[in-house]
Each structure stands twice: as C-alpha cells, then as structure tokens.
C-alpha cells in the first residue's frame, strides 16, 4: 500500500491529515482512520527535506 501511495525507500512520515506521527500506537490509528476517508495528505521527509504528498483512496 505504501509504494501504491508513493513512500519511498527511506522516507519518514512525519504527519498524516495533520496528526504527527509520534508512537508506534499513533501509526496505527492514523492507519486504522485511512481506510474510512476519501483523500490522505502526508508529510514525508525525504532526503532531508519536507515533502507534501496528497492522495486520493478510491
């Protein structure tokens, strides 16, 4: 799923709609809250740099 949404190799999630990602729990509820919505914007960090990354889930 995460290649499908374009995480790459050695990307870090910072954030999910807004939530950071700041324990192995919160992961999981965040990913948990993904398969009932219509869109997902994340917050990567990508070879030392923020990157906004907005997917629509059909």
Do not use: C, H, W
Not at 10 to 17: F, H, K, P
Not at 23 to 42: C, E, H, R
């Amino acid at each position: 799923m995460f290649s499908a949404i374009g995480i790459r190799n050695g990307d870090v999630v910072m954030s999910v709609n807004g939530s950071p990602i700041d324990s192995p729990q919160k992961a999981l509820d965040i990913y948990q809250s993904m398969m009932t919505q219509s869109s997902v914007n994340l917050t990567v960090l990508r070879r030392g740099k923020e990157e906004q990354l907005t997917y629509a889930i059909q």
